[in-house]
């Protein structure tokens, strides 16, 4: 007879195995992200709640898991920053609401509580506290169970691959994910943040949603945004509820100070701002300050702004410059990047709002707080988007046409001018042509979105319903694109060199044979980049990273993507080009050349146009830096602005630190525009 505890399947293993390793990762990014942000620079704000009112919260019982007749003893539910892991766990549900105004410190929370339940971990079975931004969820289009996955799949790629259960029946293609597993085996605690900022017309389907389910869990939210979905759906169901409490004029006296240099007789420029707030409090100049610094936001800024700037006194907001506090909320948002910005160059410093504010309306026209750099070009218009793809598309496969074209009639003994006319002919037919081709499959492929980053890894076994579904899909759009490109370009190619050249054919000659030609083309290439494009949605997978990646990771790994995208699609052009030659029964240094072209000029194309990273490259990285939206150097901006305060990383995308914030850019973008 045997004591303890059973042993443990190799599938439980494998979930605590899956689960240390997101929170190790955790634990990294969000203690880094906790140092950018100078959460403690030189202590932390005193963030402090209590219990919310019953209006927006479920009954006692159903939050206490009370069997019938039995009467909840409510738990004390107020407390301080470093209190929120133990509130949270006095509730029986472990379910809470966080509310409060804007700027409250309610995200700030939620990074205290994901970085003190980690540190409390024991066992590998505990849950993993995950922040997860609901701006992004469409509850009416995607399940909470589906965007929870997705969202982790995204932050975290190598919870995307898929683990066969020993004895398991279900085939390969529908097994879970490591995301799903961890899920639905109770591995995951979401800390979703940001309810209120779900769009108004979805906040009570989401609410409904979440009443769905039973899951632990930490939501935050402004409490007029919550309080009205909740009157037309419930309240979160075994959810208590807590709201944030604002800062005191003594909370000020601790936190201002100490950030703050020293002046004459060890006092600080803000002790006379305080002192006059003590002693003056119903002057209207000290009711506007204290209304506007009783959030860490405002407190934030006003630290940022006036601390440690020699030249600029803090007095100034005690003065009849602002009339009101949204005046006064103005000026700390206004001066906020121009002073952290102050040691740059002063023409950088005056761009700087502008280029911020195009990302901000950006946002906002996604709809969305996830600034993602393969997204960076969507909001560009359709036809701007096909139209710039399908140019730079032409413009790669004409001039690889034109060079490889003029080596061979220069090497045929053409002269190098008549071999230079002939390149130039042929590649502007081709890189016409191609553009056209690559254009169309971009227009309809990913004309209403981006294309989202991935990495190329081989898989042995049949996909799913959904993968087989975009093969034939992709299949299809390949098909047709290669074989128009194909059939046009080598009839314009047999109408541009027949016409300019000294055999004098007639028109409807070179039509005739040219139709013949561009039938036997467009086969092998429609093939050849249909296969290429259906291909893709078989051997995709997400990038298979150990630890949570972030945006530049992405970005390298996918640049690899597209190089494996090249070669693979070159291989398939330069074969289309070998028959194509075996059908017209062309030299071997002519099948070598059309591979060549079809290598370099069509992989370059597909490259540039078809891959996230391609279309970063064209949209991103060369267009809205030459019309003046972003800078040239995109990535060491977004880097910068990270560091700087400005942004903050959220697993593989950026935010700004405060929607506030973003909300004031994207204002001054609209007016300045």
């Known amino acids: 007879m045997t004591t303890g505890h059973p042993p443990r399947s190799s599938f439980d293993t494998a979930l605590d195995d899956d689960a240390d390793r997101l929170a190790k990762s955790l634990r990294t990014q969000w203690r880094e992200e906790e140092k950018q942000r100078k959460i403690r620079d030189p202590i932390a704000l005193p963030v402090r709640w209590q219990a919310a009112s019953d209006e927006v919260m479920d009954h006692w019982a159903n939050i206490c898991r009370c069997p019938a007749g039995v009467a909840p003893r409510p738990p004390v539910l107020a407390g301080q920053l470093d209190e929120i892991v133990r509130v949270h766990h006095r509730i029986p549900s472990r379910r809470l609401v966080v509310l409060g105004r804007a700027g409250s410190g309610k995200t700030t929370l939620a990074l205290r509580f994901v970085l003190d339940l980690l540190a409390a971990r024991s066992s590998p079975a505990d849950p993993v506290p995950v922040i997860f931004s609901l701006a992004s969820w469409n509850p009416t289009t995607t399940t909470l169970h589906r965007w929870l996955t997705g969202q982790l799949e995204r932050n975290h790629p190598r919870l995307a691959g898929k683990r066969d259960r020993p004895g398991s029946a279900r085939a390969a293609s529908d097994a879970s994910t490591r995301a799903e597993e961890l899920i639905d085996n109770d591995r995951i605690l979401p800390v979703l943040d940001g309810f209120d900022e779900i769009p108004a017309l979805l906040r009570r389907p989401a609410l409904t949603a979440l009443n769905d389910t039973d899951m632990p869990l930490l939501l935050t939210s402004r409490r007029t945004a919550y309080t009205t979905a909740v009157k037309g759906a419930r309240a979160l169901t075994s959810a208590a509820a807590v709201e944030l409490i604002d800062l005191a004029l003594t909370d000020l006296d601790h936190c201002l100070p100490r950030g703050t240099r020293k002046t004459a007789a060890a006092s600080t420029a803000w002790d006379p701002v305080l002192s006059h707030l003590r002693k003056h409090p119903q002057h209207p100049a ?267 990771d992405l970005l390298h790994t996918n640049r690899t993507t597209t190089l494996f995208h090249l070669l693979m699609f070159g291989l398939f052009i330069g074969l289309a080009g070998g028959i194509l030659c075996w059908m017209q029964e062309f030299r071997i240094v002519d099948w070598i050349l059309f591979g060549v072209v079809g290598w370099l000029g069509g992989g370059l194309a597909y490259g540039l146009s078809l891959t996230a990273w391609g279309q970063w490259v064209t949209l991103s990285r060369i267009w809205l830096p030459l019309t003046g939206r972003l800078p040239w150097a995109v990535s060491a901006f977004l880097r910068d602005a990270h560091r700087r305060g400005v942004l903050r990383q959220a697993g593989a995308v950026y935010q700004f630190r405060h929607a506030r914030l973003q909300e004031h850019l994207a204002r001054g973008s609209r007016t300045a525009g």
Request: glycine fraction near 14%.
């Open 286 to 552: 000290s009711i506007r300050l204290a209304t506007v610094l009783r959030t860490p936001l405002m407190v934030m800024l006003a630290r940022t702004i006036y601390s440690d700037a020699p030249d600029r006194d803090p007095w100034v907001l005690l003065t009849d410059e602002f009339s009101s506090t949204d005046d006064l909320e103005d000026h700390l948002l206004d001066h906020f990047i121009p002073t952290v910005y102050r040691d740059r160059p002063r023409a950088h410093r005056t761009r700087v709002p502008h280029l911020l504010g195009h990302l901000a309306r950006h946002l906002d026209q996604l709809d969305t707080r996830d600034l993602a750099w393969w997204q960076l070009g969507s909001t560009l218009p359709r036809w701007l988007r096909t139209c710039l793809i399908g140019l730079v598309a032409g413009l790669a496969f004409g001039l690889v046409d034109t060079l490889v074209l003029w080596f061979s009639f220069w090497y045929a003994g053409h002269g190098l001018v008549t071999g230079l006319v002939k390149g130039l002919l042929n590649g502007l037919s081709f890189g016409f042509t191609s553009g056209l081709g690559f254009g169309l499959v971009y227009g309809l492929r990913y004309g209403h979105g981006a294309r989202e980053p991935s990495r190329a890894r081989v898989r042995l076994r049949g996909g799913t319903k959904e993968m087989r579904k975009e093969f034939v899909f992709r299949l299809a759009i390949g098909l047709v694109g290669g074989f128009g490109f194909g059939f046009t370009a080598w009839l314009v190619d047999t109408l541009v060199l027949g016409l300019t050249g000294p055999d004098g054919y007639g028109l409807m000659t070179l039509l005739a044979h040219g139709s013949g030609v561009g039938l036997r083309a467009g086969l092998p290439y429609g093939l050849a980049v249909g296969l290429t494009f259906a291909l893709t949605a078989v051997l995709e997978t997400p990038v298979d990273l150990e630890t949570a990646v972030g945006p530049h």
